[in-house]
């Protein structure tokens, strides 16, 4: 893995993705971001020397340099996962790129299912915590120790402090920002009833099917990470519809607006 890091940053770098301060890695439904951005480069994720592409229809699949809120970034517009087959190293060796580039906090979206009943279609969700059910860990791999702790702690995998600074902007801002435990399932099918009812059982108030890989490794490279999920359907067992993909991706669109406000607080108080 050491060789093909130093080959995928050695090309960004030729390519002008010099020294970002912070990485972003955005969501299903939650590319708009990049509309705020100050472009100064963007690779397709194919055109990288050893990236994985993006074969979900809905994710873009670009790597992003610019300025946002007077900061370098570098963005992930598109992500990978679990379910469309990808190793979980794959899903995520851009956060070990963006890392080695020289970003010193990460920031993560999702779209997730809101499994707390208080919760509503198009509210945010902090994540505080979370629950590993992908059946694996992106550090299970010979060498792992080179570039981290084999045993990484994982008491506090968002960091406190970028996380009361998202809840005083969603406070300035008038923005429900629920704060909550995020569970991440393999997919892509969707739950049954039994399978929500037994996530609420074990402490989740939202499920989707990525972040928590990126996140185990952010804390692998003890890389400061936040994340937020975009709740786009409500998952009460007693009251489930079928799935309406169209209408997840839209109701993440509608909600993008506060993630885009809070994204940029965030960056802006930096």
């Known amino acids: 893995m050491k060789d093909r890091l130093e080959k995928t940053v050695s090309y960004l770098q030729e390519k002008g993705f010099e020294t970002p301060e912070i990485g972003i890695i955005l969501g299903t439904g939650l590319g708009r971001l990049i509309d705020h951005i100050d472009i100064e480069k ?13 074969t979900v229809e809905f994710h873009q699949g670009k790597f992003i340099f610019g300025t946002l809120g007077g900061k370098k970034v570098v963005v992930m517009q ?7 087959g990808y190793s979980l190293q794959d899903i995520t060796y851009p956060v070990r790129i963006m890392k080695e580039l020289g970003i010193q906090k990460l920031l993560v979206s999702n779209a997730a299912g809101a499994i707390n009943t208080t919760y509503k279609k198009g509210d945010l969700m902090l994540i505080d915590d979370h ?16 570039f981290g702790e084999r045993f ?5 995998p968002y960091d406190k402090e970028m996380n009361t600074t998202f809840k005083s902007i969603a406070r300035e801002n008038d923005i429900i920002l629920h704060e909550g435990v995020y569970a991440s399932v393999v997919g892509p099918q969707l739950e049954t009833r039994a399978e929500y009812r037994y996530l609420g059982i074990i402490g989740a108030d939202a499920v989707g099917m990525s972040t928590v890989p990126e996140i185990i ?5 003890k890389l400061p ?11 009460d067992p007693e009251n489930l519809q079928p799935v309406n993909v169209e209408e997840i991706i839209a109701v993440a669109n509608a909600a993008e607006p506060k993630l885009v406000t ?8 930096i």
């Open 225 to 235: 990470v936040a994340a937020i999920s975009v709740l786009t359907d409500e998952c």
């Open 152 to 156: 990484v702690d994982m008491l506090a």
């Open 42 to 54: 963007e690779i397709s994720y194919n055109h990288i020397p050893h990236f994985p592409t993006a």
């Open 262 to 269: 809070l994204f940029k607080g965030f960056i802006e108080s």
């Open 131 to 146: 629950i590993n059910l992908q059946g694996g860990s992106p550090l299970a791999f010979k060498g792992v120790s080179q």
């Open 78 to 84: 598109g992500r990978f996962h679990f379910y469309e």
């Open 217 to 221: 490794v952010a804390n692998h490279l």
